[in-house]
T-cell receptor, first 112, second 116 residues
Framework: DAKTTQPTSMDCAEGRAANLPCNHSTISGNEYVYWYRQIHSQGPQYIIHGLKNNETNEMASLIITEDRKSSTLILPHATLRDTAVYYCIVRVAGNTGNQFYFGTGTSLTVIP | GAVVSQHPSWVICKSGTSVKIECRSLDFQATTMFWYRQFPKQSLMLMATSNEGSKATYEQGVEKDKFLINHASLTLSTLTVTSAHPEDSSFYIC????????????FGNGTRLTVT
């Protein structure tokens, strides 16, 4: 699986959009970008995933650059409950084969 | 949505004893589950892949005789930490693939193990 690079930490004001970047310059054509988050002392929570096109769901939006070498997770209106560690993972999709390996992630702190 | 439950949520044991952690898929069948370990302020490390009806696959560096995994049914995988030592104290988290075909994982809420 391609390696990912994320900033160690970020702050965001409550109510503002949180934009979390992820670099994955060695991503392969069949690898998806996944985002999970982990609130302190809990199991990770799936947020969103995508291949080429931008994706949006009730939690967030995922913007993937045209060359697919980087992506940005957007939380449109951050709340205090969004304070967590956010992990960007790239892997081949499908229910067989490669596992999910977590990097160091970005610790997001939403400030009142 | 798919729910993965872990039990216990925390456990304290003495050095040299064994501890069993259960991971259940509550409303779906999971032929494959994954076990992770997380030390304080660190990321999740994949320990092993648990396969129903067959032997688990361990990641490099993980001792299979120390971390026994049993996946005897489609809804239950267990991780037994044998002869626990203080350095085994960690947060253990299990996960299972989404049953609907969406290629993602659902995680349990983890088990905090403290070995004294």
């Amino acid at each position: 699986d391609a390696k990912t690079t994320q900033p160690t930490s970020m702050d965001c004001a409550e109510g503002r959009a949180a934009n979390l970047p992820c670099n994955h310059s060695t991503i392969s054509g069949n690898e998806y970008v996944y985002w999970y988050r982990q609130i302190h002392s809990q199991g990770p929570q799936y947020i969103i995933h995508g291949l080429k096109n931008n994706e949006t769901n009730e939690m967030a939006s995922l913007i993937i650059t045209e060359d697919r070498k980087s992506s940005t997770l957007i939380l449109p209106h951050a709340t205090l409950r969004d304070t967590a560690v956010y992990y960007c993972i790239v892997r081949v999709a499908g229910n067989t084969g490669n596992q999910f390996y977590f990097g160091t992630g970005t610790s997001l702190t939403v400030i009142p | 949505g798919a729910v993965v439950s872990q039990h216990p949520s925390w456990v304290i044991c003495k050095s040299g004893t064994s501890v069993k952690i259960e991971c259940r898929s509550l409303d779906f069948q999971a032929t494959t589950m994954f076990w992770y370990r997380q030390f304080p302020k660190q990321s999740l490390m994949l320990m092993a892949t648990s396969n129903e009806g067959s032997k688990a696959t361990y990641e490099q560096g993980v001792e299979k005789d120390k971390f026994l995994i049993n996946h005897a049914s489609l809804t239950l995988s267990t991780l037994t930490v044998t002869s626990a030592h203080p350095e085994d104290s960690s947060f253990y988290i299990c996960s299972a693939r989404d049953p609907s075909g969406i290629p993602t994982l659902h995680f349990g809420n983890g088990t905090r193990l403290t070995v004294t």
